[in-house]
């Protein structure tokens, strides 16, 4: 009888969580998918077989709840889908019971903030725009700049060419220069013993910053490969990241984020022969070598879809993959 490993997958309620519990469900690991989530009744219930309810990760309370789950779900591996989850529950691994599908705390806590992330890269010689404080950055040292959060945001409250940069405070914004070019976000996975196994471009379009529509490059490589080798070799990253850069006509790389977990692509990904979500199951579950890539061409298209419960009257988490529902 084949075993039935149980997963628990985060922030249900948003397109990586949601791709992920698609990409479980496809998978031919045997697989029970537990889901948790900010907000109690999300789009991703219908996949779960069972969902909980938790309070955001900075909460005091955050790590000993996901830890009861742990323990009365018999859950074998979590895979978190939001930055913040992803550096806390690395850090707690080791009082959670089971496998966490992350890189090292450190390294998820340094790439949580750009700044801490452009000292990385500058560290260990490896490409990452221009970061300044805003208390360091003097007027006309770049043509065209940007003031960006530090951390997070998804695209949001950026600032190009502001009139007054002392207006931003050093703790939660940052200034680069604002960089002409072609954006290319790159997904690749490295091996629990530490090797890049696979990767993946995408040249794409945003909406309110997630993913409309995409295309496979491989135009960027020997730009693109000799950077994803030199982060690997500076240590600490496990499992899926995805980097995101810019890149000038003059063939100049400038990443700008990097995020230590899987990509809200990553259900667009495996069908261009990119799995990592069936790579994580396959080292951390069924402790084998992840399955080699096989990289496609193609384009995709993000669509809008409802999912309908009829005649249902549970609310929250009571609403989940045994409830009758259509997806339409």
Not at 185 to 214: D, M, P, Q, W
């Amino acid at each position: 009888m084949v075993k039935t490993d149980n997963v628990l997958v985060t922030g249900i309620g948003g397109n990586v969580g949601q791709g992920v519990m698609r990409n479980i469900s496809s998978s031919d690991v045997s697989v029970r998918i537990i889901g948790c989530n900010v907000e109690p009744f999300t789009a991703g219930n219908h996949m779960a077989s069972k969902v909980y309810h938790v309070p955001f990760a900075d909460k005091d309370s955050y790590v000993s709840i996901i830890a009861e789950i742990v323990k009365n779900e018999e859950i074998d591996l979590i895979i978190p889908t939001t930055d913040l989850e992803t550096f806390t529950l690395a850090n707690a691994r080791s009082s959670l019971g089971c496998d966490v599908a992350a890189s090292d705390a450190e390294v998820c806590e340094g790439y949580l903030d750009k700044y801490l992330s452009w000292e990385r890269h500058t560290k260990y010689g490896i490409p990452f725009v221009d970061s300044l404080l805003p208390s360091m950055y003097t007027t006309g040292k770049w043509d065209s700049i940007i003031v960006k959060p530090r951390r997070g945001k998804g695209s949001r409250d950026l600032h190009i060419n502001p009139d007054d940069v002392s207006q931003f405070n050093d703790n939660d914004y940052i200034v680069q220069p604002y960089i002409e070019g072609i954006e290319v976000t790159t997904g690749f996975y490295v091996s629990l013993k530490g090797k890049l196994h696979a990767h993946i471009s995408l040249i794409r379009s945003l909406e309110n910053g997630a993913t409309s529509s995409c295309e496979v490059t491989t135009e960027y490589d020997h730009l693109i490969v000799p950077m994803l080798e030199k982060m690997v070799e500076a240590g600490g990253l496990r499992g899926s990241v995805n980097v995101q850069s810019r890149i000038t006509k003059e063939n100049g790389l400038f990443p700008f984020e990097v995020n230590c977990r899987v990509s809200g692509t990553n259900s667009i990904r495996s069908h261009f022969g990119f799995k990592d979500v069936e790579y994580l199951l396959q080292e951390n579950l069924l402790k084998v070598e992840p399955e080699s890539a096989n990289i496609i061409q193609g384009k995709a298209l993000r669509v809008l879809m409802d999912v309908i419960y009829p005649n249902c009257k549970d609310s929250g988490t009571d609403i989940n993959s045994q409830t009758p529902h259509i997806v339409f």
